[in-house]
């Protein structure tokens, strides 16, 4: 009789500013965990800081396999709150859903840029001062330059940004 891996993925809510804490008490307990992170820019006391924060904030993909019941071994981790479930057993995670996210990101879990751009296609800018402002694509030159649209105070402003400063909005 073949055995077939019966690991499914699991989402657990995380202690407030605890991800980093969590991630690494289930990785010793033997857990295999996907946090998936995108670098963003905040301001603090009046200087821009570039950091990898959660793209799912208070969030943490969890693989386990339900046969050997480790629901208490995990809500148990420091850090961890619970498992999100709806009703009395814990929800399973579509793994196409975790596939697909892999699929976008570097070994550490940082969010790749998108591979293409195009002319017309909306975006936010993720880094920079400009963070979270939305802009449209209006030119994109071989050197890997990208010219956006952005409104600021009022008016249609050309800037000049990096691929890795965008992500789709």
């Not at 840029?113 to 939305?134: C, H, K, N, W, Y």
């Not at 694509?137 to 009022?154: A, K, Y």
Request: include cysteine; proline fraction near 8%; aromatic fraction near 8%.
């Amino acid at each position: 009789m073949v055995h077939v891996d019966e690991t499914r993925w699991f989402l657990a809510q995380l202690k407030p500013n605890s991800a980093q804490i969590a991630n690494r008490n289930l990785q010793r307990q033997g857990f295999e965990t996907f946090l998936p992170r995108e670098r963003t820019t905040h301001t603090q006391r009046g200087r821009f800081i570039s950091r990898l924060s959660p793209l799912f904030p208070g969030y943490i993909f969890v693989s386990v396999d339900p046969r050997q019941g480790l629901w208490r071994a995990i809500r148990s981790t420091q850090g961890v709150t619970r498992l999100v479930s709806f009703g009395a057993e814990p929800a399973v995670v579509p793994p196409t859903l975790v596939a697909q996210l892999k699929s976008h990101c570097g070994p550490d879990g940082e969010m790749l840029p998108p591979d293409e751009f195009r002319t017309g296609d909306q975006v936010r800018l993720a880094i920079g001062p400009f963070s979270g402002f939305l802009a449209e694509i209006d030119r994109i030159e071989p050197e890997r330059r990208v010219w956006v649209l952005m409104d600021i105070i009022g008016r249609q402003t050309r800037v000049a940004v990096r691929p890795d400063q965008l992500r789709r909005a």
